[in-house]
């Protein structure tokens, strides 16, 4: 439990994570008005026309530090976060490539093994990519190919929408790190069920943007989807699912391996709420959406702002 909500919000500002997101804010003041699209960036994919649909693009590159330390993990979460980013969009996944280099053949087969793995549990197929084994260290970066019908949207986010957060809470911590892994040693049909999910309620009108619980945090990630939606919202700490045995404070700062934001019209949330315990997922209401673009946190009798769109951008993508 925190001391007091403002010392926790503080220590969580200094979480590696929220230094990452910062970085795109150069990115988004590079590529802005670079070439026409009508299509928002800031999601968690691309989204591309394609005929009656649209094809999905997810990209993610890790740190040299994780590769190198931890190759058969950092394999199986290229795969796991891009499918996460796919589903998020309301997509599912059809294919993916990757990009590695490595000093040595032993630990590139790790990496390619993690690939394989998650490949295989999650029954999506690796179908190409680029491979160099002598680079000065390991790197790895992985994409996947994606398609919806029944695109979610950030961008899409509206006051008076409830949010929404469900989250697979068997797991176990993997250290170094906040990495609780909720996958790697699951049912693969439980894992491609749940992340079915998404496109599934997508599909049904049952929710209206999601976004998976990134390396910035629960909070972290908030903001993004807040940001891009040009709103603000207001959530109780306590009402966030959360594992018996776990704190508050790592837990907001927490890769849960299957986590998802959504915001869901107030009529809608039973429903989408059962449709996630039907797959062993906790899911709970957590807050609602404002229009002051303010994230502001409760905890117990504590009220504080957590950010402040008004006065500090996260990533910088945003429409408004």
């Known amino acids: 439990m925190p001391d007091t909500l403002t010392a ?54 890790f740190i040299h530090r994780f590769v190198a330390e931890d190759p058969w993990f950092a394999g199986w979460c290229g795969v796991m976060v891009n499918l996460s980013d796919i589903a998020a969009m309301g997509g599912r996944p059809l294919a993916i490539v990757n990009a590695l280099w490595d000093d040595a053949l032993p630990h590139a ?7 394989a793995a998650a490949s295989r549990a999650y029954q999506v197929p690796i179908v190409g990519g680029h491979t160099n084994l002598r680079s000065d260290q390991p790197q790895l970066a992985v994409a996947v190919l994606g398609e919806t019908q029944h695109p979610l949207s950030s961008f899409a986010v509206q006051p008076g ?26 049912d693969p049909v439980a894992l491609r069920q749940a992340l079915a999910l998404l496109p599934e309620l997508a599909a049904a ?57 959504l915001t869901v019209n107030s009529a809608d949330c039973a429903a989408v709420q059962m449709r996630f315990s039907d797959c062993h997922i906790a899911c709970a ?15 117990q009798q504590q009220r504080a702002c957590y950010w402040d769109l008004n006065q500090q951008p996260l990533t910088g993508m945003t429409n408004h």
């Not at 609602?288 to 946190?297: E, F, N, R, Y």
């Open 8 to 61: 926790l919000i503080a220590r969580l500002h200094q979480f590696s994570g929220i230094a990452h997101k910062r970085d795109i804010q150069q990115v988004a003041q590079q590529l802005r008005g670079a070439w026409p699209n009508p299509h928002a960036n800031g999601d968690d994919c691309a989204l591309i026309p394609d005929g009656e649909g649209f094809k999905l693009m997810a990209m993610e590159g």
């Open 161 to 186: 929408q409830t949010l929404m957060a469900a989250i697979n809470l068997q797991g176990r911590w993997h250290p170094p790190g906040f990495n609780w892994d909720a996958a790697t040693e699951a």
């Open 205 to 261: 009108g049952l929710i209206q943007a999601a976004k998976d619980i990134s390396q910035a945090g629960l909070a972290g990630t908030l903001v993004m989807l807040l940001e891009s939606g040009g709103v603000g919202a207001e959530i109780d700490l306590a009402a966030i699912p959360i594992p018996e045995e776990i704190e508050l404070e790592p837990w907001l700062c927490a890769f849960p391996s299957f986590g998802f934001l």
């Open 285 to 299: 209401a957590i807050g609602q959406v404002t229009a002051d673009k303010k994230l502001m946190l409760q905890y």
């Open 109 to 115: 087969e790790e990496v390619l093994q993690g690939m």
